[in-house]
């Protein structure tokens, strides 16, 4: 009995995790390529820079383009339904992008909302593991402490992929392009043209308009375990200065949550935003 117990237990735990929302990201099979090659993407979502494959369908993208430089960007979504992929089904999501130009590829990706609910303690306690302090406060002012969160949840994702040998006098930055999602983190230099632990400014913003005090977090994974590099808020301009530590994979990351629309069916609109690349050196990319 004691033994049922602790697995419905650990069981229930399982799930309540499962259940909150978490860091989404797009993570290419490799970073650095040849020109031509073709890059499987893959959709994971987690902590900690350690993810599972996403489990979302078709039906939950709104947005997938693939901005190669110098040319126009490659709409995904409708690429996988064409006629030129005859084995797509209405669920089919483009997982492979050719890299035919050398330079600085950029992947980006929106979901729309899904929703969750948690009960307080529990909400309250993943406001603060986030950083969410905003939130904390308004429910505070509100009266809402013991009252269950209601949260609708998206994801916005980007990806920075090199095909070829970096080229620093590319014009077309296709990299520093901001692209219209609701939460956006911008390089404002290319990672795969920085010296190693050199720093990289990036820029948050809201619907084209920078972001001040976002906190903004940093990860590295290299060939040791995934570290936390750093935790920042952005300036009044909406930039961070992150401090990047050699090879590796890097995951930039950062959530914000305000009050939901009436029509949102949740109290809260949290949008999460990611961006991915990889450092070349012994780790493998």
């Given at each position: 009995m004691k033994h049922l117990l602790s697995?419905?237990?650990?069981?229930?735990?399982?799930?309540?995790?499962?259940?909150?929302?978490?860091?989404?990201?797009?993570?290419?099979?490799?970073?650095?390529?040849?020109?031509?090659?073709?890059?499987?993407?893959?959709?994971?979502?987690?902590?900690?820079?350690?993810?599972?494959?996403?489990?979302?369908?078709?039906?939950?993208?709104?947005?997938?383009?693939?901005?190669?430089?110098?040319?126009?960007?490659?709409?995904?979504?409708?690429?996988?339904?064409?006629?030129?992929?005859?084995?797509?089904?209405?669920?089919?999501?483009?997982?492979?992008?050719?890299?035919?130009?050398?330079?600085?590829h950029l992947v980006a990706l929106v979901t729309n909302n899904a929703i969750i609910t948690l009960e307080a303690a529990r909400f309250s306690a993943y406001l603060q593991q986030e950083g969410l302090d905003n939130v904390l406060a308004l429910r505070e002012q509100r009266g809402q402490t013991t009252e269950p969160g209601r949260e609708a949840y998206r994801r916005c994702a980007k990806t920075l992929v090199q095909a070829g040998p970096p080229n620093p006098a590319d014009t077309a930055r296709a990299w520093a392009r901001p692209v219209g999602l609701p939460l956006e983190l911008v390089p404002e230099q290319n990672p795969y043209h920085l010296a190693p632990e050199a720093p990289m400014t990036v820029r948050v913003l809201r619907a084209g308009q920078p972001v001040a005090g976002q906190l903004v977090v940093l990860w590295r994974r290299g060939a040791q375990p995934q570290?936390?590099?750093?935790?920042?808020?952005s300036n009044q301009n909406g930039r961070v200065l992150l401090h990047l530590?050699?090879?590796?994979?890097?995951?930039?990351?950062?959530?914000?949550?305000?009050?939901?629309?009436?029509?949102?069916?949740?109290?809260?609109?949290?949008?999460?935003?990611?961006?991915?690349?990889?450092?070349?050196?012994?780790a493998r990319l």
């Open positions: 697995v419905l237990l650990v069981l229930l735990l399982t799930a309540s995790t499962a259940l909150l929302a978490n860091e989404f990201w797009l993570e290419p099979t490799r970073f650095v390529v040849a020109p031509g090659a073709r890059v499987h993407l893959r959709r994971l979502s987690g902590e900690d820079f350690r993810g599972q494959p996403w489990a979302g369908r078709r039906a939950r993208l709104e947005l997938l383009r693939h901005y190669a430089p110098g040319a126009p960007f490659l709409d995904l979504l409708t690429a996988s339904a064409s006629a030129a992929n005859p084995t797509a089904t209405t669920d089919t999501i483009q997982s492979t992008v050719t890299l035919h130009q050398p330079g600085t570290a936390l590099l750093q935790k920042i808020r530590s050699g090879p590796g994979q890097y995951l930039v990351s950062t959530v914000r949550m305000e009050s939901a629309p009436a029509a949102a069916g949740a109290d809260w609109q949290s949008t999460w935003s990611t961006l991915t690349f990889g450092l070349p050196g012994k």
